[in-house]
């Protein structure tokens, strides 16, 4: 149970506070530092991750003991959640901060939302937890179909969801995907990430995830914590992850974020980022192989060629000819391909081109 | 089969443009005019709906003859979808009217998909048919969890879902619930709305809907076409309907929608709204009655004023004594509530709150 980890761990920072009052020191909280200049590209690993640097926050110093006790009273909450088995958000985290900081506390340290997020995220680098571990849901959004089955223990019920049986819905993926949750009988060939849940509705419906034996999923737009920590635990059971987005500025991003993680995530980036996964599509030089794509381009917005030219700058992104190529044609030609546009022949034609482009391995970096 | 219904309509709107032509006249298109100015609320009836205005096009005239092809375009295609037996988008749709308009035609005459939007509500309300009907998903959102099953058949699957073994996900509310999807074994005392995901989740966690015997629904925000569908389909089976939002503008627009309907979908009013609806709050008042509210409101927003002060001008508000009061609460203290606050004092909380306002009916019209 990680669970039980997540407790030790805020235990162990309360050790090492009361021990640091009771020798006389001044108590102190270590985190790793969420700043920019903190961030690097793990060129060996292929992701984002936080350097070395720390930061120290300590009680008996003017500028720093509010932030400090707020520390210490989010890690108190959590610590509770994690003892009622109950979860909830980092908003209702704050609500209960306002409310009441513990019996011997009746003065509110938290006025607006803003001040506890970034504390919560300071706890998650420092204990090195997930705030999943410490009962905290965030947003969730995403859907699966499958070959695949979950075993979902959850407030008092014990269930299996079986990812073949969910009919035009599939399965809404949680924001915790790893406590008190687990995946079995995974006996598909790969993972294909659809960008638009249009999309995703459309192969689900031609039983793409059926016939060719894949995982379904589609992060319905950006990807959150749990799709992305999702997609990592299917690479991690060497699954292939292919990403299928429109050609876009938008689309762009869903892709690099799943592979490389993301500056907001850095602090977890191991657990989030997914360096194995394959671009399918849409790009382009689609165009070359499927002339009717020509017609069916749209306008590039301002915003997807001043996205495309700063791409070109990405340590990550132009080491690969094939991106730095792809994102030439777009800045020449402004114009963009959405995913969509491959319904233009036939509803089915969609199916067929994943089909192929997998087949042949016709993928980028 | 509500899909023959629509294919007959679209067949026969074919047939009376052949006739005119046949018969020497200028083919037309007659259809229900969308403009505000056309748009009422049934005093009786409590939705939006749309009045007796009509709007034709005509084939012989310069100004309406594109549209009027368009629109004819349209509904070939929308018959096509129908007959394959396959879904698709409105945006799927422009791209086939992109691509081509069929064997004889090889012009474009679609550049941009603001184009075929309008036309397809125009199809819509001519034929009475909503565009679910002519296999056009809408975006959908929305979860539920409680004691119901569904029968979904679906791309040659045939599955029952069962509302009660969802885990922390519940089942997504799809687009389309009327078509090749039933409802069965609804065994439930009354239906409970959640704005939020997360508040949905807390729920779920407690079990909230197995003791209390209810269906439990999150539109995770503002309510789609299919999730409003689906609650005025469980309203015709007679369960009372709560909705539970928070107490800003944002909210009460929720609520609205889902009561009255929207004056987007007026030409579908009948279908979409649910004036049975009841307001469980989270209310202004209820901070006479929950002292610890005080503590934990925020401040209203300058658009949540604008938004309360708009709303005392509405008929179908306005005639309600316990919402001038609410409104005026709101704009006086200029605060606001949000639902997540009610888990302020212990997480469990936000359950006893809705327990005890559904057994009091303490709820608003």
């Known amino acids: 149970m990680e669970d039980v980890e997540a407790q030790r761990k ?79 958000t980092i908003r209702g985290l704050f609500y209960q901060l306002k409310y009441s900081l513990g019996e011997d506390v009746d003065e509110s340290i938290f006025s607006e939302q803003a001040e506890s997020n970034p504390l919560i995220e300071d706890l998650e680098a420092a204990l090195e937890v997930k705030r999943e571990e410490l009962n905290l849901n965030a947003t969730r959004r995403g859907v699966l179909a499958g070959n695949m089955k979950i075993l979902d223990r959850f407030g008092g019920e014990k269930v299996e969801i079986d990812c073949t049986k969910q009919g035009r819905s599939g399965w809404s993926i949680p924001s915790d995907v790893d406590n008190d949750i687990e995946f079995v009988n995974v006996k598909a060939k790969y993972v294909l990430i659809v960008e638009k849940d249009a999309v995703w509705s459309r192969l689900n419906e031609d039983g793409f995830w059926k016939k060719e034996n894949c995982i379904l999923i589609t992060p319905q737009g950006q990807a959150t914590r749990g799709t992305r920590r999702l997609i990592r635990k299917l690479a991690d059971m060497n699954l292939p992850i292919y990403v299928f987005t429109d050609s876009d500025a938008w689309g762009w991003y869903i892709y690099w974020t799943i592979k490389t993680g993301s500056i907001n995530l850095a602090y977890i980036g191991k657990d989030v980022a997914t360096p194995e996964a394959r671009f399918i599509g849409v790009t382009m030089s689609d165009i070359d192989k499927y002339e009717f794509l020509k017609k069916l381009t ?67 970096p």
């Open 10 to 88: 805020i235990k162990s920072l309360g050790n090492s506070i009361v021990t640091e009052i009771k020798t006389g020191k001044n108590p102190r909280f270590v985190t790793a530092s969420r700043t920019k200049s903190n961030i690097t590209y793990d060129t060996k690993e292929g992701y984002l991750k936080l350097g070395r640097a720390k930061e120290e926050r300590n009680f008996i110093n003017v500028a720093q003991s509010k932030r400090f006790m707020q520390t210490i009273a989010i890690a108190a909450k959590c610590d509770k959640f994690i003892k009622e088995n109950l979860h909830t």
């Open 298 to 364: 749209i306008n590039a917005t301002e915003m997807d060629i001043k996205r495309a030219q700063e791409m070109m700058g990405y340590e990550w992104i132009k080491k690969y000819k094939e991106w730095v190529q792809e994102l030439e044609i777009m800045i020449k030609s402004k114009k963009k391909i959405e995913q969509d546009a491959l319904q233009g022949p036939r509803l089915t034609f969609v199916g067929d081109y994943l089909r192929e482009k997998i087949k042949n391995n016709a993928v980028m």
